[in-house]
């Protein structure tokens, strides 16, 4: 038997109705803060991902779908990769369509699968899924605001509850290369103490301690400098009124000095909302401003910020009911010359907007008011000889068990009256 392959997973017909309702939500929501959808390739040039996410990142050394395209006719082929994560390609479309020209300040989502060579665990998958937001153009602290309280407002029309936000600057070009120096010193001393993984990285990338999980770091962790007190005046003054503002709209954040995100073109705000009910994969969403990746990639210079959330990780945190098919007249046919009047009766219903079940495999009436009971079906609509013989349906009506008879002529007109009378 072929299994689906080891880190991807089916999102089956009785989990639809959480992925739809997560998904609707966005759609509403973002729409009324001026975001507009896009939706760009699962493959994008190698190179793209290497440069806009930063070789030193989990995701781009260690994490990507990299394959050789295949040749073209003068031989040469590309290196294409699966998209790991969703702003570099919305970034290449912003800059390759001009988008900015269009709208100075700039608002998209996208929603979608994402690719990442992971160690599958529980809410780690190597084919998962994002909802992103990205925002270009504003420079002002006060569209951070509007993009976090956006955050949090999704996550409260999704359902979810007891999560928290948490809150760090991560400076900017100015301010970050002194303090990673200063980080980098006082690992020094340290790094006998520390794991492998953290001693590679006082050389490679210091920040990317703060992001360590070994347990043996955290005390020498905690006692390490802190961005916060490295920050320029620029950076501490829009920091400043990223918390004023957060206040003023009463959301509540924690302030973490390790939030450092592990992307390379972060500056100034990060943020990310955690569950504890995740256990190790507690990162809801994460995100941030990256006011260097679109000139980075040859664009204009312009500013960004926006943030990704794991659609696998909110959907395992919402209490979910089976959604079952939707019925609102289930047709319980017993005449076998029966059948034709039903299927005309069927499209008729359909036609007029209601969702119709029947059954073809000629079952008994008990198997078949079972199956209605079962589909949460409102009406039956029966038609046994009897009433095939009389030209009529018996139409019963499931919450009270009433039934009637009705004729064929007002059959349709009955079922309007009964469900949305
Ligand atoms: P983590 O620290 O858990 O590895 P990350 O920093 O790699 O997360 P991001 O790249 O910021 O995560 O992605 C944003 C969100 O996407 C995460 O907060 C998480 O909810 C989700 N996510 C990331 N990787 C996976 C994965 N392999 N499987 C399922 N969801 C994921
Ligand atoms: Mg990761």
Known sequence: MIRAVKGTHDILPDEIGLWQMVEASARSLFGRYGYREIRTPVFEETQLFARGIGGETDIVSKEMYTFEDRMDKEGRSNS????????????????????????????????????????VQKGRYRQFHQVDVEAFGVADPSI?????????????????????????????????????????????????????????????????????????????????????????????????????ELDLLGIAYRQSHRLVRGLDYYTRTTFEVVSGALGSQNSVLGGGR???????????????????????????????????????????????????????????????????????????????MKRADKLGARLVLLLGDDELSKGVWTVRDMASSNQQAVDDARVIEHVKEKLHG
Do not use: W
């Not at 120096?181 to 520390?194: N, P």
């Open 80 to 119: 294409l990769t699966l998209r790991p994560e969703a702003t570099a390609g919305v970034v290449r479309a912003v800059i390759e369509n001009h988008l900015h020209q269009t709208d100075p300040a700039l608002k998209v989502f996208a929603i979608g699968p994402m690719f990442r060579a992971e160690n």
């Open 144 to 244: 951070d605001v509007e993009i976090i309280e956006m955050a949090v407002s999704y996550l409260e029309a999704c359902g979810l509850a007891g999560s928290t936000l948490l809150l760090n600057s991560v400076g900017d070009s100015e301010c970050r290369p002194a303090y990673t120096e200063k980080l980098r010193a006082a690992l020094r001393k340290e790094a006998s103490r520390l794991c492998g993984d953290c001693q590679r990285r006082i050389e490679t990338n210091p920040l990317r301690v703060l992001d360590c999980k070994v347990p043996e770091d955290q005390e020498i962790i905690e006692g390490l400098p802190r961005i916060a007190d490295s920050l320029c005046g620029p950076c501490e003054a829009h920091f400043a009124e990223v918390r004023r």
């Open 290 to 368: 990256y006011d260097g990746l679109v000139k980075d990639l040859d664009g204009p210079d312009l500013t960004g910020i926006g943030f990704a959330l794991g659609m696998e990780r909110l959907v395992m945190l919402l209490e979910g009911g089976r959604a079952a098919p939707r019925c609102d007249a289930y047709l319980a046919v017993l005449a076998s010359a029966g059948r034709d009047k039903a299927l005309l009766l069927q499209r008729e219903l359909r036609r007029s907007g209601f969702a119709t079940l029947m059954d073809y495999a000629g079952h008994g009436l008990k198997s078949q």
